[in-house]
């Protein structure tokens, strides 16, 4: 129920979170109300300072999307680093890298583009705000709003500002407001923190697979001349193998940038089982490979973003409509798995969401039937076809044996079926082995950061821009902190202490007790949310911090 203190702000449709998703249905539901002569008012809230702030991933854009949404894009500045020649996949060794005579079908991206996110994400925010929307940026949406029978989603509340580290308002406090809507457009990215909330409350993932998810780091790194990347040869490369190795999920990418500049990034899949496992140190190991450090390492890394990807595919997309929402975009998992890219499926989704509500409103039904045209848009889509026909590669992947080279083989010339149809996917929190299972590594590999081409991870999060006031109350909820200095200690080794790529939770020991105890930074936070997807115990909860803060990314 809403609060009769709080300013309510009244809108049609409301979207969370400006990322592709939900900027493609602003635009897309726009076009619609002027084509149909009707006023609508329509509103964007994003968490970080601006657009784009907050958006990283490798990343390669299928532009048939874009082309259905703005036709005359290339006319109107889209910007992009380079166009895909071709591309190149290769297995790597300890020592070698062995390129693929082949490439998967799904894996062709001539004519597609290489872009910055957070460009692209920035570009479609000024289209937006020039066709008449309204973006807020700054505005984190903390609670999701329900009618009097909590059958409804009927709004967002936004955050408070300007209260100190106990919770109590201080010389600048600013009140959040009700923003209600007759429709709310849920597109916060993976893992959202609304979801979770509506995904328990509306049965949104009942029948369905846990989600899974992938951490990735992406770099851009400035060369002093060009030549990664020759003139007739690919500007895409993607890499499997080390350091992950044949049994573990996940692998790296080279992409060709403008201005002298590469994009490479490593994502590893959060379902591992060694409590040791450190995604960041994976990058270190992987750019340490000849094969990447003979072309990056006259280099310097000038930005840095990590963030997580829903990879569990189709089994794992939740009920898409419900009285007064939807959920479109990265906050449903819509992902095509098989050929690493989600941009224009966020966009689509977006689109299609936007046409149901512009309907929607136009007959006066908002509630789920009313709204029917989005997930039944999707399920006649040749989007849909193609993620259904990765529907079981994560779960393939996920096989710690050479069985997983069987599945995944009878998976491609299956169309996806493969030998088990489905095949189940196990939460990330659930994978981890304790530590005497997995004892620790007794040689480190040999990733010392030079602070030019190889960064640590502090060094990471300064290159990306990070701020949060240090006085406010920490986003980062740690439910019970003796577990994580007895219980968690004792069979895991404090996992977050490696799994958070921006070395935001530490162990202390105590100097008057000697016991170790638990440090948070949260001023470090990148908003990947690994933590909360990671925690083996479910004993971290990452929610918004104050609007307006986080990354600053301008080129990832």
């Not at 009707?38 to 509103?43: D, V």
Request: with cysteine.
């Amino acid at each position: 129920m809403m609060n009769p203190e709080r300013e309510t702000i009244p809108f049609d449709v409301l979207f969370v979170g400006a990322g592709p998703a939900s900027l493609a249905g602003a635009i897309r539901l726009k076009q619609l109300a002027d084509a149909n002569g009707r006023e609508l008012e329509i509103a964007v809230i994003e968490k970080g300072s601006e657009v784009g702030a907050h958006a990283v991933s490798g990343a390669i854009l299928d532009p048939c999307a874009l082309k259905h949404l703005l036709p005359d894009f290339l006319d109107r500045g889209f910007p992009f680093e380079a166009v895909v020649r071709w591309d190149a996949l290769y297995y790597l060794t300890s020592d070698k890298a062995l390129r693929a005579p082949m490439l998967p079908r799904y894996l062709h991206n001539g004519g597609n583009y290489v872009i910055s996110l957070s460009r692209f994400t920035r570009w479609l925010g000024t289209l937006a705000e020039e066709a008449g929307i309204n973006v807020f940026c700054g505005f984190a949406g903390k609670e999701v709003l329900y009618d009097e029978t909590g059958k409804r989603v009927i709004g967002v509340r936004t955050g408070d500002k300007g209260l100190d580290k106990e919770g109590r308002p201080k010389t600048n406090f600013e009140q959040g407001a009700d923003l209600t809507a007759e429709v709310t457009i849920f597109g916060e990215g993976a893992r959202g923190s609304l979801f979770k909330d509506l995904a328990v409350r509306m049965g949104l993932e009942t029948n369905r697979m846990p989600q899974v998810y992938e951490t990735g780091i992406k770099e851009v790194i400035e060369l002093p001349e060009p030549g990664v990347f020759s003139a007739d040869g690919p500007n895409v490369m993607h890499f499997l193998g080390d350091p992950l190795g044949p049994f573990r999920a996940g692998g790296g990418f080279l992409y060709e940038m403008g201005e002298k500049r590469i994009g490479i990034g490593y994502l590893t899949a959060l379902g591992y089982t060694e409590p040791w496992m450190d995604p960041y140190e994976m990058l270190l190991r992987f750019k340490c490979h000849p094969f990447i450090r003979e072309r990056i390492s006259s280099g310097k890394v000038i930005e840095q973003g990590a963030r997580t990807v829903s990879v569990g595919g189709f089994y794992t997309i939740p009920k898409l409509a419900m009285n007064g929402a939807l959920v479109i975009g990265a906050s449903a998992g819509i992902h095509d798995v098989l050929g690493l890219k989600g941009i224009h499926a966020a966009m689509y989704s977006g689109m299609w969401a936007a046409e149901a509500a512009f309907e929607a409103l136009q007959s006066g039904d908002t509630s789920e039937s009313g709204l029917s045209a989005y997930p039944k848009a999707f399920e006649s889509s040749r989007l849909r076809s193609e993620i259904f026909e990765g529907r079981n590669t994560t779960a393939a992947l996920a096989k710690r044996n050479p069985v997983r080279y069987l599945f995944l083989g009878a998976q491609y010339v299956s169309a996806g079926k493969g030998l088990r149809d489905p095949m189940w996917l196990h939460a990330d929190a659930t994978t981890l082995e304790p530590v005497n299972r997995r004892p620790k590594p007794s040689e480190r590999p040999p990733t010392s950061p030079d602070g030019v081409y190889m960064v640590d991870k502090l060094t990471g999060v300064y290159l990306s821009k990070t701020h949060h006031r240090e006085d406010q109350p920490c986003h980062l909820i740690v439910h019970d902190r003796k577990l994580c200095e007895t219980t968690c200690a004792e069979r895991y080794g404090n996992p977050c202490t490696r799994f958070c790529p921006a070395q935001v939770y530490e162990m202390h020991e105590h100097p008057e007790t000697g016991r170790k105890e638990l440090r948070l930074n949260p001023s470090n936070c990148l908003h990947c949310k690994t933590c909360d997807i990671k925690d083996p115990f479910g004993n971290i909860t990452w929610t918004c911090p104050e609007g307006g803060e986080g990354p600053e990314y301008r080129l990832v």
